[in-house]
């Protein structure tokens, strides 16, 4: 699933998917084809390989470039029913994947074709089906068939709503049978990590560094992704909510939308609690990471683009568990090699932002390496859709958990820009904040 705002007046389809047809699966330097994958085949096939002593480059990661070529490759050989009227309603290209890259490079990411999506787009919903064509190999060349036509959306809208009050009722009861484990480190762990942190800052090593830690959630009952989701975006209607292959979360970042030739992305770098606008607005601490965040996207864009326009000065974006400084960087793509998918390639060169990671960025992850003990997975990379054309838009993962293979246990993530100046204990009541969405979409408050 997808859906969210508009950023800066670009408008985004709501992506409802049942089912896979086919997944991609990209790593490091190999990208193959899964035809009709369950939840627990893919997760398999998104495990991170084991933390490599050298934690390698950062930047830049290959997989993400095979990932979006495969994907036009895999269409070139498509037969499209509908197409054209599609474009013409909504001003997309069809068929449309879901995707999700890891934070670090061995991560597998994967562009998801739905069996069934439901999209939502410029006022009007169509239904598009796709199969795959059984005289192909899916190893060399699928075909993917697709009939797109509009439906009855008050209808589909009615029926929503009633499934999920059903769906209300029915873990009214379970939600209470929840088990917290600490996650991979302990909050004194992660405080004392934090503490090591700060003084490789003091001492010059880099900037910026961004601490993650995780918590389990565990039930005794399935979890009902689509209440999580229906209560997400009930909660936070400024944010783009997804779940890709069980990431499951609310974003409030942008990394990348590009639309014909035009990417925009939104910054996100320093963060209080609701009520400390003012504080937050003269932090000169907050500042700093703000502006290092945009210049790393100014930076990662400057290649690829030209136009780049951002602004001078941050705005506070309020969301209901914090309150953010963000900026809105635009530009012109003009430099995509034919055959590369546009939105994939602004990812690859965007990630890691100073955001998620830190600044410099390669020192920033070298030293993540030896302190975060925690293995991020897909959580605070790309997450997004991608269409026929190349074109798409990522979120960062964040506000989100990772569903895991049983289907009873979600790990819920959250990170913390740690600079020179940073207190361990404010930074672990950040990660607190940052965590609630989730935790209070799966029906805990603490």
Known sequence: MWSGPALADDYQPTIVGTGATLAIVAKEDDS??????????????????PRPENPGIVQNQPHMQLAGREWLRVLSSATLEGEQEFFEATGLRGPLALMSF???????????????????????TWKIEARIDEEFDAEESVAASESAGAVDAEAGARASVADAAE????????EKSWYLDPGTMSRTAWKLAVGMVVKELQAGAAQKAVMARDITARADHPI???????RLAAAYPT???????????ASPEMLASVRESTIKSRVLAGTCAPGDDQLLWESAKDREEHALAVKSVVDALRPLSEGLQAPAEPFLLNLPNVTHLASDVSAHLNLIEEGLAPICEAVRALHPTAAVCGAPTQAAFEMLSKHELTDRGRYSGPVGWIDGAGDGACA???????????????????????????????????????????????????
């Not at 890891?102 to 009007?124: E, I, M, Q, Y």
């Not at 790990?411 to 940073?422: C, E, K, L, Q, Y």
């Open 32 to 49: 193959y084809t899964l035809t009709g994958p369950t939840f627990k085949e893919l997760s398999r096939e998104l495990l991170p390989t």
């Open 102 to 124: 890891g934070f670090a490079p061995g991560t597998p990411g994967v562009l998801l074709l739905p069996r069934t999506a439901w999209v939502l787009a410029k006022g009007s």
């Open 167 to 174: 769906a209300d009722e029915a873990v009214a009861d379970a």
């Open 224 to 230: 009902d992704l689509q209440l999580v989701l229906k």
């Open 239 to 249: 944010t783009w909510v997804f779940s890709v292959a069980g990431l499951t979360g």
């Open 396 to 446: 960062i993962a964040l506000r989100c958990g990772q569903v895991l293979p049983d289907g009873h246990s979600i790990r819920v993530f959250a990170g913390g820009g740690i600079m020179p100046d940073s207190k361990p204990e404010v930074e672990l009541a950040e990660t607190s904040a940052k965590m609630l969405p989730v935790l209070q979409a799966i029906g805990l408050e603490n």
